[in-house]
């Protein structure tokens, strides 16, 4: 997806709408989306405003994967956009299609309040349909520039394309270094009272079902928006179990070894501890605040590559540290999920090289390590566990990440037999698997996920 020139949202436009949006755009009207934007606005200011509102973009709006967007502007010339969630079934608002609409709303607010990355301000927000649109919406600040996804292979324009790239990656690893300075003892997403000075207590995730989805295109049906509701949960391995667990229950060997594999992984993952001190346990994990959706669609940078904004905070939660906000934004770790990386493919779109993201990664750690304190432990590896991430999340990324982890782990002409994926699947899901052989995959995984 692509955004236009001045943006707010992982936006596109296109002729084609997609099918979820049909009935939403058909349920707005001009009338509707001025009358919000007025009354919101002389809220906001505590006046009569005394201006015009119109619709920009009503016939054309912008959206993205789970947001319609239409921009406001008033006579004086300020900008808003109004963002509205994409309905679930049959084009209705309903429990499972439900976005964390308050949550992300107030913790924008909060991360605002208490760091200096720049967050579209949030003016106000509906987790209902009683307004004047009839649908739960979040109304934000207009922001003017383009997103990384524009701009990166972009060789056009006075900037240098490596000078760009750099402050890019420079200015968006100071931008989430801030959050290391916030701890949480559950992962889940923040609640909060009247205010948004403090959050009061942690709630579940609301994480998509891409089962579902999945096998709804499978039958040839337009998916419907399909939300769960888990959590909150006390530890890493809790949550990434609970991720795992909303995949269907494998039905043949080589998938149930698929899964075994992803077990394995799991038992030997971090715990998400601030800092490991010599000789001392901590038995309390503890986890922080991370972007959702850390990809180049959601940050909006200058020509020069300097940062504006980062967007598109929906279902914003606490995570484990090795996910959390010191990890690499997900365009220079694309090699590490293989259904996506289209690199050396002639009909895919432009791709760094896997030497080219190699080095885009030590450049951006390097400088998150030189701006995170000494209390919190820096991976080198989140790539990897960025990739462990996914496999538990989406089925139809799951055994192709698992491939890459062999292929890395295990690779053909070294001294020892090479272990080949579909084989040691079925050994482990008809357990025939040599005991030796599984030792070793464990050991593999192990050092993997060391620290």
């Not at 667990?245 to 998938?255: I, L």
């Not at 079925?426 to 593999?444: A, Q, V």
Request: charged share 25%.
């Amino acid at each position: 997806m692509s955004s236009k020139t001045a943006v707010l949202a992982d936006a596109s436009s296109s002729e084609e709408t997609p099918a979820r949006y049909v009935s939403l755009m058909a349920s707005m009207t001009q009338e509707s989306l001025v009358s919000l934007g007025i009354r919101v606005r002389l809220e906001a200011s505590g006046k009569d405003p005394m201006f015009g509102c119109t619709v920009l973009d009503f016939e054309r709006p912008n959206y993205g994967s789970f947001n319609l967007l239409y921009t406001l502007q008033f006579s004086d010339g300020m900008k808003w956009v109004v963002r509205i969630p994409a309905p679930g079934e049959q084009g209705l608002f309903t429990p499972t299609s439900s976005r964390f609409i308050r949550s992300d709303a107030m913790t924008m607010s909060f991360i605002r309040q208490n760091t200096n990355i720049p967050i579209p301000e949030i003016f106000d927000f509906d987790e209902t349909v009683d307004n004047e649109i009839g649908a739960p919406y979040m109304m934000m600040e207009f922001v003017e520039g383009k997103p990384v996804s524009e701009l990166w292979f972009d060789d056009t324009g006075p900037t240098p394309l490596e000078e760009r790239r750099l402050r890019i990656l420079d200015t968006v690893a100071e931008a989430m270094s801030q959050l290391s300075k916030f701890r949480f003892d559950k992962i889940g997403s923040l609640q909060f009272g009247s205010d948004a000075s403090k959050p009061t207590n942690i709630g579940p995730c609301n994480v998509l079902d891409e089962t579902s989805e999945l096998a709804a295109m499978l039958d040839g049906q337009e998916p419907a928006i399909t939300f769960r509701k888990i959590g909150p949960f006390n530890t890493s391995r809790e949550y990434f179990q609970a991720l795992l667990s909303m995949q269907d229950d494998p039905a043949d060997p080589a998938s149930v070894g698929i899964r075994e594999l992803l077990n394995m992984m799991l038992q030997e993952l971090p715990r998400s501890i601030p800092t490991k001190k010599p000789g001392a346990e901590i038995e309390t994990e503890t986890f922080v605040l991370a972007h959702p959706d850390f990809g180049p669609q959601n940050i909006i940078v200058s020509e020069n590559g300097s940062l504006v904004a980062l967007i598109d905070w929906d279902d914003v939660q606490t995570v484990p540290h090795c996910i959390g906000n010191t990890r690499y934004p997900s365009w220079i770790t694309r090699d590490w999920d293989p259904l996506r990386y289209g690199y050396g493919n002639p009909h895919c779109g432009s791709e760094n090289s896997p030497q080219e993201l190699e080095y885009f990664r030590s450049y951006y750690a390097d400088k998150m390590a030189s701006l995170v304190s000494e209390s919190v432990t820096f991976s080198k590896k989140t790539h990897v566990f960025e990739a462990f991430w996914i496999a538990v999340s989406s089925p139809t990324c799951s055994i192709h990440i698992i491939d890459k982890f062999f292929k890395y782990l295990f690779p053909e002409g070294l001294e020892q037999e090479p272990l080949f994926l579909y084989d040691t699947a079925i050994g482990l899901g008809e357990n025939t698997l040599d005991h030796e052989e599984k030792l070793g995959i464990c050991e593999g995984f192990r050092g993997l996920l060391a620290y």
